[in-house]
């Protein structure tokens, strides 16, 4: 039994939107959760905050929250690299809560992503930074 052309035309269509979703959900993948670093020193910029402050933060600002496991692990490399600082605050009636601050190291860490972030759209969409 041969397949009709309509129906060949609908199933090269759905391959290619199966495709151009697969390709976008990566693309989203690898410029969050894989690169959590930037969004997590552009929000210290504004203010210190403790780590699930932080979570909250990223799906207020960004619109995506990130493992818990992973935003832990990014906070430690920061912290060890120098482009984060800690302190403790103690609460009420409450366990002290680690606060993370950007240091100068971090705060040169991202102009140097902005830059970088600016000419990548730049050079992809053909707009002047």
Do not use: N
Not at 104 to 125: I, Q, R, T, W
Request: proline share 5%; aromatic share 12%.
């Amino acid at each position: 039994m041969e397949i009709s052309p309509k129906l060949k035309l609908i199933k090269v269509v759905v391959e290619l939107c199966l495709v151009f979703c697969l390709a976008m959900r990566r693309l989203k993948r690898k410029t969050t959760v894989e690169v959590l670093w930037p969004y997590v020193l552009r929000l210290l910029h504004e203010k210190p905050m403790y780590a699930y402050e932080l979570r909250q933060q990223i799906g207020k600002k960004f619109g995506w929250k990130p493992p818990l496991v992973t935003s832990y692990t990014v906070l430690y490399r920061l912290q060890r690299g120098g482009y984060v600082a800690t302190e403790w605050h103690e609460q009420r009636g409450k366990p002290a809560r680690k606060y993370y601050k950007i240091t100068d190291k971090g705060k040169e860490l991202v102009k140097s992503a902005e830059g970088y972030f600016s000419e990548l759209h730049a050079k992809l969409f053909g707009k002047k930074t």
